[in-house]
């Protein structure tokens, strides 16, 4: 078994896939690392969901490390990867956009505002979801400060929140309190 701890980052830095180092507090680390407590969150929501909510929650958990790995690649090296292919892609993005759609054809959503904490699962669904609305912001920042970002990165955080926003609801039934 290999050795966890390799201390390069003892210095305070990170590295970046295809090569380079940041530091730990850089606001790349922080959008991805977010995204890596957005993972996080979706496990323990995943964790007591019914087999098939539970299967849809690993997928969108295999799909953020897929995130992740985009913002935590080295912008100058971006040329590794083959030409016209981003990590995140349009086609993630879309297929989000058509699952809340099939949610929301099943159910009406609730037109006053959510107090989370129906029941444990629509609780750890709603953690999630403002876990990876931090993300967001943060890839935000990322643009605002000029940096090299996918932008498709944005447009799937910002899609994966509403999904799960749906996916707490339905998970919430009927139990779910509002506020009017």
Request: without cysteine.
């Given at each position: 078994m290999p050795r966890i701890y390799t201390k390069?980052?003892?210095?305070?830095?990170?590295?970046?896939?295809?090569?380079?180092?940041?530091?730990?507090?850089?606001?790349?680390?922080?959008?991805?690392?977010?995204?890596?407590?957005?993972?996080?969150?979706?496990?323990?929501?995943?964790?007591?969901?019914?087999?098939?909510?539970?299967?849809?929650?690993?997928?969108?958990?295999?799909?953020?490390?897929?995130?992740?790995?985009?913002?935590?690649?080295?912008?100058?090296?971006?040329?590794?990867?083959?030409?016209?292919?981003?990590?995140?892609?349009?086609?993630?993005?879309?297929?989000?956009?058509?699952?809340?759609?099939?949610?929301?054809?099943?159910?009406?959503?609730?037109?006053?505002?959510?107090?989370?904490?129906?029941?444990?699962?629509?609780?750890?669904?709603?953690?999630?979801?403002?876990?990876?609305?931090?993300?967001?912001?943060?890839?935000?920042?990322?643009?605002?400060?000029?940096?090299?970002?996918?932008?498709?990165?944005?447009?799937?955080?910002?899609?994966?929140?509403?999904?799960?926003?749906?996916?707490?609801r339905r998970r919430a039934g009927e139990d779910e309190?509002?506020?009017?």
């Amino acid at each position: 078994m290999p050795r966890i701890y390799t201390k390069t980052g003892d210095d305070g830095t990170t590295g970046l896939l295809y090569g380079g180092r940041i530091s730990k507090d850089d606001a790349a680390t922080e959008a991805y690392g977010t995204t890596d407590e957005a993972v996080a969150a979706l496990g323990l929501a995943r964790a007591s969901a019914e087999p098939v909510m539970a299967e849809e929650l690993l997928a969108l958990q295999r799909e953020l490390f897929i995130v992740g790995a985009d913002l935590a690649t080295n912008p100058t090296e971006r040329a590794k990867l083959q030409p016209g292919v981003s990590l995140v892609t349009s086609d993630m993005t879309e297929r989000l956009e058509r699952r809340i759609d099939e949610l929301v054809a099943e159910r009406a959503l609730p037109e006053a505002f959510i107090v989370p904490g129906a029941n444990e699962g629509s609780a750890a669904l709603d953690l999630a979801r403002s876990v990876i609305r931090r993300a967001e912001r943060h890839v935000v920042a990322l643009e605002h400060d000029g940096r090299d970002v996918n932008p498709e990165v944005r447009r799937y955080l910002n899609r994966l929140s509403d999904l799960v926003f749906v996916l707490a609801r339905r998970r919430a039934g009927e139990d779910e309190p509002t506020s009017r």
